[in-house]
């Protein structure tokens, strides 16, 4: 069994930390240009909307629109329910998650031999991105794929809007069960 | 009485004989054995009180309510999982139920290797009156779901032995959330049986606080101090005090020895947060053919398990390794199987047809332990690496999970990694010597942490004697998985309560 890990805290330790990538936080609000600011929720609790848009786009790339089902990240707005999550954890936590956000926008395309940043690739270019963190000679960024992967696939498949995809029927409480 | 901490309106400054601090497996069982001997107890639990009716069945609104950390507490290179529940009954409310006793090699092992001489008889006689306590039985054949029954099948036609546990449920509907607690308050954890019963004996449960510090008192006993607690940031909302004759320390491997270090008795214990086993399990997914319907959430999440390569010894206590199948919630599940995007996606599209089960490979307590406290209490560093040896065997059974459910009708096996290719039958076997065992890229899970307060006669490599006293520290005790010297179990449930049963007569016995 596994549970979730998610913004697992070695984001502080040997990922932020050694990356030197919480001291640069600060630029995340001024270096990364708001894709799609026009989506972006008001009452954001946690994240500023450049984080949002950039966390937005790397949910999109884990679970995307389409394929073997059609519903994807965007269409539950999965950014906004990880920021609704991250405003109950721990504050270190909260800066890991950024620190995290961070190196994707920053070191993903360069893990993935491409230069600017991953909020401006192609779709394609985002994909190869991510896989670039998962097979990452880097434990840093291996556990910055491995952080984000979980925080955003525990939340879709916590989402009752994805269950009927997968064939699985939801809780039991409240409905009658028939005891043997 | 049990006050829960949101209902505390002011410091409580309160004076007892026996303080337990911890509500899980040890804490449980000693608070009932003093409390119904007469013994005023008063016992403090960090997390929240929760029954049956508050369990919701889902993974994103349990795991933050009943686990320590919402089930995210890592190994310091995030390389394990180390699961710990942390609630009014402590991980017995979200564990898997199995009763597994210590194994006689074990206790061998401790006798000759630790100096444990403990006494066959009494021991027997503690277990006994746990299993009463919990109603332990046996899994009935008809309550092993698909999930459990299909590796097994494999295991069996390959010439290998197998099982089916013994449990402590009582009225199970077979819904399949065990892990995230039981609505239907059939799993009969400490919050059902031995804690109640301890109230009824006159015992005061306070959930919600933690205590962080002891001081022995100038006349004579102790000053615990802690908070009441906000539930879920467990932020401090008021001071709490104890002054007490005794203090049982159960608060799990993790924080039991976290108290002793915040209270200044590292210096005096050597043997403190070190010796830790985690006894990692990984992760194994199986898919099987369309025609094939799985469904492994839900049923009895662990029933079975396949113990052909247990190689239990005197030598080393418990070795080798073995297979148990067990299902979780599919948000948890989401995050185990490999990969992302597209392919992920196609995975989860088949989750129907998938079966899971942890390959359980038992350490030497290699790891040790340091804390820093904050606002929100203890955060531990969990120091582990997993030796050569280990990694060697956790390979083999790897081979063996996958060879079982090729067996089985497999098409494809993935063990919990972003970067190993699955095994798409036998002829992929000999991949499994090369899996790689590296943070970031494989996921361990531990729910058995034991050690950083190991028993033994030697004040220098150990932190308890054997009537679980703290070396130097009359009327300190710690009764929980941290005193276990070596790995106890496969499961460690009914070996901690057991060992808890056993400390608390002692006490009685000798009148203290
Ligand atoms: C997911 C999971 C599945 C498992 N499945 C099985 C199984 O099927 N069979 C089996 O035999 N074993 C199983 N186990 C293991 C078993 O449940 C534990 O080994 C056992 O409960 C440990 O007992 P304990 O008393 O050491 O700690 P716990 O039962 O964990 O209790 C410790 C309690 O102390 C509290 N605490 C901690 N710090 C403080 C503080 N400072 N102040 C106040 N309170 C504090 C915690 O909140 C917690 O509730 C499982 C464990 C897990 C996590
Ligand atoms: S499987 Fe049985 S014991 Fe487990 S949660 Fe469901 S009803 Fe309770």
């Known amino acids: 069994m596994q549970l979730p890990e998610v913004t697992r805290r070695s984001f502080l330790r040997g990922t932020l930390r050694g990356a030197g990538a919480v001291a640069l936080v600060p630029m995340l609000a001024v270096g990364c240009a708001p894709e799609r600011t026009a989506a972006a929720p008001r009452d954001l609790r946690v994240l500023g909307v450049a984080e949002w848009s950039l966390l937005d786009t790397i949910a999109d790339t884990f679970v995307p629109r389409g394929g073997a089902f059609a519903l994807g990240a965007r269409d539950l707005d999965l950014a906004t329910r990880i920021d609704a999550y991250l405003a109950n954890e721990r504050p270190e936590i909260v800066r890991g998650v950024r620190g995290a956000l961070l190196l994707v926008e920053w070191a993903s395309p360069l893990a993935s031999g491409r230069l600017g940043r ?38 879709f498949y916590a989402a009752d809007e994805s269950w009927t995809a997968l064939g699985y029927d939801g809780p039991l409480v409240g409905r009658r069960v028939v005891s043997p | ?94 564990n898997a139920a199995d009763c597994e006793p210590t194994p006689a090699p074990v206790y ?64 199970c509907i077979g819904s399949g959330y065990c892990m995230i607690g039981c609505a239907y308050d059939a799993k009969k954890g400490a919050h059902l049986n031995y804690l109640p019963r301890a109230v009824e004996a006159g015992a005061d449960v306070y959930t919600d606080v933690r205590i962080e510090r002891i001081v022995p008192r100038s006349g004579g006993g102790f000053l615990a101090s802690g908070f009441v607690v906000e539930r879920g940031p467990l932020t401090p909302r008021l ?16 924080h039991s020895p976290a108290i002793l270090d915040a209270s200044g008795l590292a210096r005096d214990l050597p043997a403190l947060g070190r010796n830790v086993s985690l006894q990692p399990q990984l992760p194994v997914a199986a898919l099987f053919p369309d025609s094939v319907d799985v469904v492994a959430w839900r049923g009895i999440p662990q029933s079975t398990y396949c113990s052909e390569f247990d190689a239990n010894t005197r030598e080393h206590g418990l070795g080798g390794f073995r297979f148990e199948p067990l299902s979780v919630g599919v948000a948890q599940l989401a995050s185990n199987l490999g990969g992302f995007g597209a ?29 820093t406290r904050g606002e929100r209490g203890f955060t531990a560093s969990i120091d582990y690496t997993p030796t050569p040896e280990w990694a060697q065997r956790l390979r083999q059974g790897l081979r063996v999970v996958a060879d079982a459910y090729f067996e089985a009708g497999a098409r494809e096996v993935r063990p ?57 520290v009359p009327g300190l005790y710690v009764v929980d998985a941290s005193v276990f010297p070596t790995s106890a179990s496969t499961h460690t449930m009914i070996p901690v309560m057991t060992f808890a049963d056993r400390a608390a007569r002692r006490m009685l016995a000798r009148g203290v």
């Open chain 1, 118 to 155: 991953f909020s401006a690739l192609d779709v394609d270019a985002r994909i190869a991105c991510i896989d670039a963190l998962r097979t990452s000679r880097s434990a840093t960024l291996r556990e910055v794929f491995a952080g984000l992967k979980t925080l955003c696939l525990f939340l």
């Open chain 2, 1 to 94: 009485m049990i006050a829960q901490g949101a209902a505390l309106r002011a410091p409580v400054a309160r004076r007892t004989h026996t303080l337990v601090v911890g509500s899980g497996a040890g804490g449980a069982v000693v608070a009932h054995a003093l409390a119904t001997a007469g013994v005023e107890t008063v016992v403090v639990e960090e997390g929240g009180h929760f029954l049956g009716r508050d369990m919701t069945q889902r993974d994103d609104e349990m795991l933050p309510a009943l686990y320590r950390s919402a089930g995210q507490q890592l190994t310091r290179d995030g390389l394990v999982n180390v699961l710990q529940g942390s609630c009014y009954g402590g991980s017995t409310v979200i």
């Open chain 2, 108 to 171: 061998e092992h401790w006798r000759l290797h630790h100096g444990l001489a403990l006494d066959p008889g009494e021991i027997a006689a503690s277990q006994a009156r746990v299993f009463a306590m919990l109603g332990v039985r046996p899994i009935e054949a008809e309550q092993v779901n698909r999930n459990n029954a299909l590796p097994m099948d494999g295991a069996r036609s390959l010439g290998w032995r197998t099982g089916t546990f013994l449990h402590n449920r009582e009225g």
């Open chain 2, 239 to 254: 001071p709490f005090e104890v002054q007490a004759e005794r203090i049982v320390l159960a608060a799990g491997a993790v």
């Open chain 2, 343 to 371: 392919d992920h996606k196609a995975l989860m599209a088949q989750l129907r047809h998938a079966a899971m089960a942890l390959l359980l490979v038992p350490d030497a307590p290699s790891g040790h332990l340091a804390w």
């Open chain 2, 416 to 472: 919990a990694s972003d970067v190993f290719e699955p095994l798409c039958g036998r002829r992929d076997l000999a991949r499994a010597d090369s899996f790689p065992i590296r943070s970031g890229v494989t996921r361990l899970i531990s729910a058995h942490v034991q050690g950083s307060c190991r028993m033994g006669t030697d004040p220098r490599g150990s932190v308890v004697d054997l009537e679980h006293q703290v070396h130097g």
